[in-house]
Each structure stands twice: as C-alpha cells, then as structure tokens.
C-alpha cells in the first residue's frame, strides 16, 4: 500500500524559506509515469495545486507560483521535496503531497497533510 | 490556465435524498475530470476519474457524468457520512498542470 507522509517545520517567518519533505513509502518514486506533487490548501479555503515531478526528474509548476518554487527528488531516500521561497502570510496553508499514476490521471494518494504558518 | 467554477458554493440536502454537485471548465478538458470528497482535518480522497469512473472502494451511490466542458456529481441516496465539501479537477493541460474548482460544501438540511 502506498503512503505519503509530509514533514517540515510547522513555523516559518516571512520573507524566509518554507522547505517540506514527502517521505514515499509502498512504490518507489522512480516508478515509470508517475507523477508526484504538491497541493496546497489555506485555512478554510479550496486546494491549489502548486506542482509536479516527473518520476525521470522533470518539474513542472503552477504559474502563479512558478517564480518561487522548486520541487527536486532525493532518489536515494525515497523523498520529493518543495522549497517555496520569500514567503509571505498569504503562503499559510496545510501543505499535501500526492502521487498521479500518470499524466492523465488524478492524484489517487495523498499525504495527511502539514499545516504551515507563516508568522514573525 | 483553465478555470474550473463548481455550483452551488453550499447545498442542502436531507439524508435519504439525491444530491447534484455541478462542475464548469473554461475549456474543454475532455473527460479529464476528477471529484474528491474533503471531511474537516482530513486530506481529500478520489471519488471519480475520467469523469465518470468510480475510483477503488467508493460506492455506487456516487456517479460522475458530462464531458468537455459540463460535469455533474450525484449522490443517490445521501448517507450521514456523506456531508462533506467536494472538489472537481481537471487534469487535461499539457504541459502537465491541472486545477481544483472551489468546492461545494454539502450540508445536511
């Protein structure tokens, strides 16, 4: 059975830079097709999706976010990572990560999410 | 970028009752639909795909209909554990990139 599970820390001041990790467990993240991803969700509001990583390395981003994100893979833990760089209130959210078993496919598992607070 | 609008924002529903959740997209996304349930605290979990398939484990009272631009959600008969807000997703773009509609809150009347 696939499992996700994000960490990270749960405070981070404005300006500075919010870094989670997705631990995959169950599959391996170099798994033909699958697409893995970041959404987001701030308090009391819908999801948004923030990226993906291709299973072969291939990043690709939602455009109001493009400028500030970077999502890479350490292969060798069985991580994916997302960086959201000069983070501002408005970055507040639960942060989830999720696997799509292909591009034409939704997100099918998710992590239970990490709520991230942006304050001074 | 494609904008998904779901309709209503809330409904209210009496269990034992049928519910319809709409789904708009300012393009066509083919079948490349997708709707989630979301309870408080917990992470969203795929109901249909493809418009209109049940994903593992979800039951037949939920169904997923329309394609191109029109989508609809129905629950048949609502159950307690059915109230809940519920998402729609295209997943069509390419280059890769999808997007969540608002959310439909369905609420017991």
């Known amino acids: 059975q696939l499992q996700l599970q994000e960490s990270g820390p749960g405070l981070v001041k404005p300006s500075e830079t919010l870094s989670l990790i997705c631990s995959v467990s169950?599959?391996?993240?170099?798994?033909?097709?699958?697409?893995w991803g970041w959404i987001r969700q701030p308090p009391g509001k819908g999801l948004e999706w923030i990226g993906y990583?291709?299973?072969?390395?291939?990043?690709y981003y939602s455009p109001s976010l493009k400028s500030r994100v970077t999502i890479s893979v350490d292969t060798s833990k069985n991580q994916f990572s997302l960086r959201l760089r000069s983070v501002t209130a408005a970055d507040t959210a639960v942060y989830y990560c999720?696997?799509?078993?292909?591009?034409?496919?939704?997100?099918?598992?998710w992590g239970q999410g990490v709520l991230v607070t942006v304050s001074s | 970028e494609i904008v998904m609008t779901q309709s209503p924002a809330t409904l209210s529903v009496s269990p034992g009752e049928r519910a319809t959740l709409s789904c708009r997209a300012s393009?066509?996304?083919?079948?490349?639909l997708a709707w989630y349930q979301q309870k408080p605290g917990q992470a969203p979990r795929l109901l249909i795909y493809?418009?209109?398939s049940r994903a593992t484990g979800i039951p037949a009272r939920f169904s997923g209909s329309g394609s191109g631009t029109e989508f609809t959600l129905t629950i048949s008969s609502l159950q307690s554990e059915d109230f809940a807000v519920y998402y729609c997703?295209?997943?069509?773009?390419?280059?890769?990139?999808?997007?969540f509609g608002q959310g439909t809150k369905l609420e017991i009347k």
């Open positions: 990583i291709y299973y072969d390395g291939s990043t």
């Open positions: 393009q066509s996304v083919s079948s490349h």
């Open positions: 493809g418009a209109s």
């Open positions: 999720a696997r799509n078993r292909d591009v034409y496919f939704p997100f099918d598992y």
């Open positions: 169950g599959d391996s993240i170099t798994t033909s097709g699958y697409y």
């Open positions: 997703q295209q997943y069509n773009d390419w280059p890769p990139m999808c997007s």
